[in-house]
């Protein structure tokens, strides 16, 4: 059975920084996509961020470009999300969801992905 538990949410003011860890079981990540996912207060969910553990391609939304970075630790099947220079925007709860296969197109849509985590809540005071 495929499980993922997200860490590392909480609240930091903007320009701090947070680091996500999605840990996942059950499951082999070589073989899948991770993303990370965001939904923010009355809005619906997005893309963030997805990383292709076959070849390590790494995608990103361009409203967290150049400030946020996926990353795996192989050897203990977790994703993370480091988030640097948040803004008040990033303020939402962030899931992490596991896809099998490469979708490097269909990155963003949810709909790729089968397994997903509880979510951990950021906040991003101004």
Request: some cysteine.
């Amino acid at each position: 059975e495929v499980h993922l538990v997200e860490s590392g949410g909480g609240l930091v003011q903007a320009g701090g920084s947070l680091r996500l860890s999605c840990a996942g079981s059950g499951f082999s990540f070589d073989d899948y996509m991770i993303g990370w996912f965001r939904q923010p207060p009355g809005k619906e969910r997005e893309g963030v961020s997805s990383i292709s553990r076959s070849d390590g391609t790494t995608y990103y939304a361009d409203s967290v470009k150049g400030r946020f970075t996926i990353s795996t630790n192989n050897a203990k099947n977790t994703v993370f999300l480091e988030m640097n220079n948040l803004k008040p925007e990033d303020t939402a709860v962030y899931y992490c969801a596991a896809g099998p296969g490469v979708f490097a197109r269909s990155w963003s849509n949810e709909r790729w992905y089968d397994d997903w985590g509880q979510g951990t809540q950021v906040t991003v005071s101004s």
